[in-house]
């Protein structure tokens, strides 16, 4: 069964402290990654997508990398406005294959 | 430019009714799909339309049923509610072909009782 997994399910961080998250999947064939940023009372927002093992993408203070069997979120030097869960979602490969498999997601919490 | 917008925001009902929640895509997306999130849960893809037609659906009962409109927008329909189907529905849109980007509502929240 495709799985999407992901570690800590919290995190607490001193404004300035980096970090990273993670996310592991058990798929059979991967089309795409999808990290999204989730507010309180509000719908996922894209951050962004990974299609290849060795990709980076960098936004801000984030950057996502994604390996074979997973993906990493790193958070550098984080402000309290980061504070938010963090999903992660996976496409699998194939023509009829459109919906994504999202993880349980990273609650962060950034203190002043 | 108006992004997806879902009514209800929220949404109360008690158990074996029926409910019809509402999803208008961002301008210019002409592809649909409708999401369950559970408290403290990631989204679970419910189904997705394209076209008016349904072209792929998770693992839910046919208690839930869906539509597209012309104009993209779209509809879930859960009938014989269940205490268990309380969450929040959220709706997603992206454009074929171009970007595999989905934008999210904010969602409806229902409660059943």
């Known amino acids: 069964e495709d799985q999407v997994t992901q570690s800590p399910e919290a995190l607490r961080l001193q404004e300035g402290e980096s970090s990273s998250l993670n996310c592991s999947y058990t798929v059979s064939g991967l089309r795409g990654l999808f990290w999204y940023r989730q507010d309180p009372g509000k719908g996922p927002e894209f951050l962004f997508t990974?299609?290849?093992a060795g990709e980076e993408k960098e936004k801000e203070r984030l950057k996502a990398t994604l390996t074979k069997k997973e993906s990493f979120l790193h958070i550098t030097a984080p402000k309290p406005e980061d504070s938010a869960t963090y999903l992660c979602?996976?496409?699998?490969?194939?023509?009829?294959?459109?919906?994504?498999?999202f993880g349980k997601g990273t609650l962060l919490t950034v203190n002043p | 430019d108006a992004g997806v917008t879902q009514s209800p925001t929220h949404l109360i009902k008690t158990r074996g009714q029926q409910v019809t929640l509402r999803c208008s895509p961002k301008s210019g997306h002409d592809t649909v799909s409708w999401y369950q999130q559970a408290l403290g849960q990631g989204p679970q893809f419910i189904f997705q339309y394209y076209e008016e037609e349904e072209r792929q659906r998770g693992n839910f009962p046919d208690r839930f049923s869906g539509h597209q409109f012309p104009n993209y927008s779209s509809e879930l329909n859960v009938n014989a509610l269940l205490l268990g189907d309380s969450a929040l529905y959220l709706c997603?849109?992206?454009?074929?072909?171009?970007?595999?980007?989905?934008?999210f509502g904010s969602g409806t929240q229902l409660s059943v009782l």
């Open positions: 990974l299609y290849s």
């Open positions: 997603a849109s992206s454009l074929e072909g171009v970007s595999e980007k989905l934008f």
């Open positions: 979602a996976v496409r699998l490969s194939g023509g009829s294959n459109y919906k994504l498999t």
